[in-house]
């Protein structure tokens, strides 16, 4: 499949952080960011850390043993997000981007694969 062509007629994107957020907040800002975005709004690049180390579970493996007392002894905060997949160790050598893009935005196809196919590029 050809590279895929961004049209010069696209909205740049409105970009946020980095910045070293609360666990909890990094891991709802980009959730509240897409709540809140409406069809012809810019995309938005979202780029953050955590402030504390965290252990970010995925809802997608269900509970995933882990010992609460220990992270709390290592000063690793537990979160939950809402998208799937399994446990991430985020502190701030872990640099996150998430990329918000409006309803109907041209790079956000329902195919999954394809949704990523240009960020993938890009990178």
Same mark, same amino acid.
């Given at each position: 499949?050809?590279?895929?062509?961004?049209?010069?007629s696209?909205?740049?994107?409105?970009?946020?952080? $980095? %910045?070293?957020?609360?666990?909890?907040?990094?891991? !709802?800002? =980009? /959730?509240?960011?897409?709540? @809140?975005?409406?069809? #012809?709004?810019?995309?938005?690049?979202?780029?953050?850390?955590?402030?504390? $180390? %965290?252990?970010?579970?995925?809802?997608?493996?269900? !509970?995933? =043993? /882990?010992?609460?007392?220990? @992270?709390?002894?290592? #000063?690793?905060?537990?979160v939950?997000?809402?998208?799937?997949?399994?446990?991430?160790?985020?502190?701030?050598?872990?640099?996150?981007?998430?990329?918000?893009?409006?309803p109907?935005?041209?790079?956000?196809?329902?195919?999954?694969?394809?949704?990523?196919?240009?960020?993938?590029?890009?990178?």
């Amino acid at each position: 499949m050809p590279p895929t062509r961004l049209s010069a007629s696209l909205p740049t994107f409105r970009r946020l952080g $980095p %910045a070293a957020l609360p666990p909890e907040e990094a891991v !709802a800002r =980009p /959730v509240g960011l897409l709540r @809140a975005l409406r069809p #012809g709004d810019a995309p938005i690049a979202s780029w953050s850390t955590t402030a504390v $180390p %965290a252990l970010v579970l995925g809802r997608g493996v269900g !509970a995933p =043993p /882990v010992d609460r007392d220990a @992270a709390r002894a290592a #000063g690793v905060s537990l979160v939950r997000r809402t998208s799937g997949g399994g446990p991430v160790l985020w502190d701030s050598g872990l640099v996150a981007l998430d990329v918000i893009l409006p309803p109907h935005h041209p790079l956000a196809p329902a195919d999954v694969v394809e949704a990523y196919r240009w960020l993938g590029e890009a990178i």
